[in-house]
């Protein structure tokens, strides 16, 4: 079996994790009582063996804390242990300095790939950057979430290779929410590259709301963290230029967006998310990319909460756990 639990501090550098916002539950009693409780994560991944649950349980019991949630994935045949916490904890009583060296000692314990927490009213949002091109539906997406408190991230700065003016509604948004908008003029023989890598030196992690270039396997190993992109189409169907007239072409009666991790492989990372929505005759080249750019929207944003409620996890060589 397998346990999931939210996790904060710093993100382990393929399949990452980020924070949530969660409300603060004061303790029950009179104005004595100042104390309030607190949500944390904790994800962990390690070799199974007897036991993992328990100690697991008895480290956030032995401080005061109480699981809200536990979610736990043992693969059949494969000695492999996943799990995912939430619990509520009293921070006074459980210093967040403390709770990183219990949950080391449990990492020690079991020799954990992964042991991650983290706890959202506490610890700092998780810098992104946003590559985009000149489709917007995406990017405005993202933006107008972030306004209002649905994406926990902090947004360090949007960078395209595709001009907008002044008044456009995109560079307005930024102005007003003092976002940086770097304009980086590609070519076939210059995609700007290290110039990207200098703006995003400092992220967390980089999301592709529709950015038309491919990032050279150079990039992403200097990168050395997650990239989030998102297809528009259902994949591993019609990867590549204009996938929406291809499906449109092929007749399909499905269509979906499909949000993964970018790899070297263009359109062949780990999957984070799908969504499909059903089409007919009836629906034209316009109604059917409408469409499709609807479930593009929906797909990176709720690819992007699970990646910052630490939901994903890696799973074999090139498959995820999203819990």
């Given at each position: 079996?397998?346990?999931?639990?939210?996790?904060?501090?710093?993100?382990?550098?393929?399949?990452?994790?980020?924070?949530?916002?969660?409300?603060?539950?004061?303790?029950?009693?009179?104005?004595?009582?100042?104390?309030?409780?607190?949500?944390?994560?904790?994800?962990?991944?390690?070799?199974?063996?007897?036991?993992?649950?328990?100690?697991?349980?008895?480290?956030?019991?032995?401080?005061?804390?109480?699981?809200?949630?536990?979610?736990?994935?043992?693969?059949?045949?494969?000695?492999?242990?996943?799990?995912?916490?939430?619990f509520l904890f009293d921070p006074v009583k459980w210093p967040r300095e403390q709770m990183d060296e219990d949950f080391l000692n449990?990492?020690?314990?079991?020799?954990?790939?992964?042991?991650?927490?983290?706890?959202?009213?506490?610890?700092?949002?998780?810098?992104?950057?946003?590559?985009?091109?000149?489709?917007?539906?995406?990017?405005?997406?993202?933006?107008?979430?972030?306004?209002?408190?649905?994406?926990?991230?902090?947004?360090?700065?949007?960078?395209?290779?595709?001009?907008?003016?002044?008044?456009?509604?995109?560079?307005?948004?930024?102005?007003?929410?003092?976002?940086?908008?770097?304009?980086?003029?590609?070519?076939?023989?210059?995609?700007?590259?290290?110039?990207?890598?200098?703006?995003?030196?400092?992220?967390?992690?980089?999301?592709?709301?529709?950015?038309?270039?491919?990032?050279?396997?150079?990039?992403?190993?200097?990168?050395?963290?997650?990239?989030?992109?998102?297809?528009?189409?259902?994949?591993?169907?019609?990867?590549?230029?204009?996938?929406?007239?291809?499906?449109?072409?092929?007749?399909?009666?499905?269509?979906?967006?499909?949000?993964?991790?970018?790899?070297?492989?263009?359109?062949?990372?780990?999957?984070?998310?799908?969504?499909?929505?059903?089409?007919?005759?009836?629906?034209?080249?316009?109604?059917?990319?409408?469409?499709?750019?609807?479930?593009?929207?929906?797909?990176?944003?709720?690819?992007?909460?699970?990646?910052?409620?630490?939901?994903?996890?890696?799973?074999?060589?090139?498959?995820?756990?999203?819990?």
């Amino acid at each position: 079996m397998a346990l999931t639990r939210r996790v904060s501090s710093s993100i382990p550098h393929f399949f990452g994790f980020a924070e949530r916002s969660f409300k603060s539950y004061k303790l029950p009693g009179g104005p004595s009582s100042s104390s309030s409780l607190t949500h944390g994560i904790h994800v962990f991944h390690c070799p199974d063996q007897v036991g993992i649950v328990a100690k697991l349980s008895e480290c956030i019991a032995s401080r005061g804390g109480n699981i809200l949630r536990a979610d736990i994935f043992v693969p059949e045949k494969k000695n492999v242990f996943y799990s995912r916490n939430e619990f509520l904890f009293d921070p006074v009583k459980w210093p967040r300095e403390q709770m990183d060296e219990d949950f080391l000692n449990l990492s020690k314990l079991f020799s954990a790939t992964r042991s991650v927490v983290r706890v959202p009213d506490l610890d700092p949002k998780f810098k992104i950057g946003i590559l985009a091109s000149k489709q917007d539906h995406c990017l405005v997406d993202l933006l107008h979430r972030w306004q209002e408190g649905r994406l926990p991230v902090e947004i360090t700065c949007v960078i395209s290779n595709h001009e907008r003016g002044p008044n456009t509604h995109v560079i307005r948004f930024l102005e007003r929410n003092n976002i940086p908008y770097h304009f980086l003029n590609t070519t076939k023989e210059n995609k700007r590259e290290g110039e990207i890598l200098e703006l995003v030196l400092d992220t967390d992690f980089l999301v592709l709301a529709r950015y038309m270039q491919i990032l050279s396997g150079n990039f992403l190993r200097t990168y050395g963290k997650d990239v989030i992109n998102i297809h528009h189409g259902l994949l591993p169907s019609f990867k590549g230029g204009n996938p929406s007239k291809q499906a449109f072409d092929a007749g399909v009666k499905l269509i979906g967006a499909t949000s993964h991790f970018v790899t070297e492989e263009l359109d062949s990372g780990p999957i984070i998310e799908q969504m499909v929505e059903r089409v007919s005759h009836r629906d034209n080249l316009e109604s059917f990319v409408q469409k499709s750019e609807n479930l593009e929207r929906q797909c990176l944003a709720k690819a992007m909460r699970s990646y910052c409620e630490l939901r994903v996890l890696p799973y074999e060589e090139n498959r995820t756990v999203v819990f």
